[in-house]
């Protein structure tokens, strides 16, 4: 929009894509409300999604630390985005920034915010980096969704980590907030994350339902 209030950097998680903003509903969803409330948004891909996996665990992920983006390709990239819409004239240098993420994507806002000096971070279905909720003064709000997690052999994982994170920063005196999702909406694999239910019994239960 013109003259936007504020502008959202978009983060996808492990082995998305930018365009995942675009092209799924419930991102869709948000991004017009957002648009809709007079934000900017900028969505983009993690420099290992663009240049392959430079971890060697065969995964695409946004890097978090270190918080230095004079050593962290992903901060620098983001750094030269928002520079270039600066240059445009799409935002200026004084715009409110804020940075909302899915996943490893979640995980990331808080170094992003950190490193960068953004206003506010939203970390959806992540629990996020202790090491950084011990130092950043950013804050944020937390949406882990109930019993959510990576592996099937840590049922709620995402969701305790996500909590403790959050009574750190709260003891020191961050702002921050923590919105459980407790809806279940219902996909083959949403009953795996059952502690005692594998997928395979999970996407039969799907099929029988």
């Known amino acids: 929009p013109a003259k936007p209030i504020g502008i959202i950097t978009l983060h996808h998680f492990t082995n998305g894509t930018g365009n995942l903003w675009t092209t799924r509903t419930e991102y869709r969803q948000f991004c017009h409300a957002a648009f809709a409330r007079g934000y900017a948004l900028l969505a983009f891909s993690a420099d290992e999604v663009e240049r392959g996996d430079q971890n060697g665990n065969g995964l695409k992920q946004w ?72 130092s950043t003064r950013i804050p944020g709000i937390f949406c882990p969704a109930e019993n959510d ?18 009574r750190t920063l709260q003891k020191r005196g961050v702002r921050s907030e923590y919105l459980l999702n407790t809806l279940h909406p219902l996909y083959p694999e949403r009953f795996a994350r059952v502690d005692g239910i594998n997928k395979a019994t999970s996407i039969a239960l799907y099929n029988e339902l």
């Open 63 to 134: 890097q978090a630390l270190p918080i230095d983006a004079s050593q962290n390709v992903d901060h620098a990239i983001t750094q030269m985005l928002i520079d270039s819409l600066i240059g445009y004239g799409v935002i200026t240098r004084q715009t409110p920034r804020y940075a909302v993420g899915m996943s490893v994507g979640g995980a990331y806002t808080l170094g992003v915010a950190m490193s960068l000096g953004f206003n506010a971070w939203v970390n959806f279905c992540s629990g996020g980096s202790p090491a950084i909720c011990d």
């Open 149 to 166: 997690a990576n592996r099937e052999d840590d049922i709620g994982g995402n969701t305790i980590k996500a909590f403790g994170n959050y």
